[in-house]
């Protein structure tokens, strides 16, 4: 951890407002970015997407619920596996709450695995989930959104992931999509997001970030190798996370 100076209450706020000033540039530029965001083209969804429910076969328009919204978070799950990807499931446990906030807003959240949907809701009861998820195992809506690849995609490594911008290390990676449905019941594909583009709708991360000792992944095999799934992690002492 760095050293940092210890100053008077004055000192502090003077540094905090120049840090604030930086702070709020960020937040006039992330509003353009989202303004810009809001005004890309659309593509409208042709194919009859169906999906495995807990209640049977649902449709792509069955998943909005009647609202014009839906975002989609695409989980890593395969169908050999038994459990959700654990960094996916960071991001899931954050966004269970959110689900009737958004739904006051016109819009629906939906995760969308390969796994068959026993599967899913065997580990949705594990992890005390309550959202919607169903299974895409029966379509192309996982390869059609980038983020599943077969084999054969695998070993000619073409870099389809992230719009191209990234090689494959995998056959399932996360992502989040969003669709647009409208009055004469059109779907319409508006946005993706992948890779680090994930990062801002991590609300653990943003608050570690707050932190004098943020996110702390350095020396880690990989940034992520600290995730464990909510009911994997074992008591520590104080302070063992974060001093060796």
């Not at 702070?23 to 009859?48: G, H, I």
Request: negative net charge; hydrophobic residues 35%.
């Amino acid at each position: 951890m760095q050293q940092h100076q210890i100053v008077s209450r004055e000192q502090w706020v003077a540094a905090r407002k120049a840090h604030l000033a930086h702070e709020k540039e960020f937040s006039q530029a992330r509003e353009r970015l989202a303004e810009e965001r809001r005004a890309l083209p659309w593509v409208k969804v042709d194919k009859n997407y169906v999906f495995d429910g807990p209640n049977g076969k649902v449709t792509l328009d069955d998943l909005f619920k009647g609202r014009p919204q839906l975002v989609v978070q695409h989980v890593m799950f395969a169908p050999d596996w038994e459990a959700a990807c654990k960094s996916c499931s960071f991001w899931v446990d954050g966004f269970e709450r959110m689900v009737p906030h958004l739904a006051a807003r016109d819009t629906t959240m939906v995760a969308v695995s390969l796994a068959p949907v026993e599967k899913l809701e065997a580990f949705k009861k594990r992890m005390g989930w309550s959202f919607d998820w169903v299974s895409s195992g029966g379509s192309d809506f996982n390869y059609d959104y980038e983020v599943s690849f077969t084999p054969e995609q695998i070993d000619r490594g073409v870099p389809k992931y992230n719009f191209g911008t990234t090689p494959f290390y995998g056959p399932e990676l996360p992502g989040i999509s969003v669709f647009f449905r409208n009055e004469a019941g059109e779907i319409f594909h508006t946005y993706s997001c992948f890779a680090r583009g994930l990062d801002m709708m991590n609300a653990a991360y943003q608050y570690l970030d707050l932190t004098p000792l943020g996110r702390h992944e350095e020396g880690l095999p990989y940034p992520m190798d600290w995730v464990r799934l909510r009911d994997q992690y074992e008591p520590q002492a104080k302070g063992a996370c974060c001093h060796g």
